[in-house]
Nanobody, 119 residues
Framework: QVQLVESGGGLVQAGGSLRLSCAAS????????MGWFRQAPGKERDVVAA????????YTDSSVKGRFTISRDNAKNTVYLQMKERKPEDTAVYYC????????????WGQGTPVTVSS
C-alpha cells in the first residue's frame, strides 16, 4: 500500500519562504507523476504543480509560476514544493499525489499539510 506523507506546513508571514516535503513509502514512485494540490477554505482542490518521472518536465500553475518550484529526489522517494514570496491567498491545505504516467487520475494522496500565510 502506497503512503504519502506531507510535512513542512505551518504559519509563515507574507513574503516568506517555506518548503513542503512529501515522502512516499510502500512503493518506489520514481516512474510516477507527482503533483502538489491545494484546497483553500470553501474552494475546490486545485493543482499547483506537477513533475514527471525524470524531473525535467514540470507543470506549474500560473497562479504560482515564478514563486513555487516543484522538484523530486527519486533516490529518497520524495517530492518537494519550494514556495517563496508567499501571499495570503496561498493559505490552504496542501496535498501531494501520485499517478501513473499513462493515466490522468491521481491514485494516491497524502493527508495534507496546512499552510497559513499571514499578512
Amino acid at each position: 500500500q502506497v503512503q504519502l506523507v506531507e510535512s513542512g506546513g505551518g504559519l509563515v508571514q507574507a513574503g516568506g519562504s517555506l518548503r513542503l516535503s512529501c515522502a512516499a513509502s510502500g512503493r518506489t514512485l520514481s516512474s510516477y507523476v507527482m503533483g502538489w494540490f491545494r484546497q483553500a477554505p470553501g474552494k475546490e482542490r486545485d493543482v499547483v504543480a506537477a513533475i514527471w518521472s525524470g524531473g525535467r518536465t514540470v507543470y506549474t500553475d500560473s497562479s504560482v509560476k515564478g514563486r513555487f518550484t516543484i522538484s523530486r529526489d527519486n533516490a529518497k522517494n520524495t517530492v518537494y514544493l519550494q514556495m517563496k514570496e508567499r501571499k495570503p491567498e496561498d493559505t490552504a491545505v496542501y496535498y501531494c499525489a501520485a499517478r501513473r504516467q499513462d493515466t490522468g487520475t491521481y491514485a494516491y494522496w497524502g493527508q495534507g499539510t496546512p499552510v497559513t500565510v499571514s499578512s
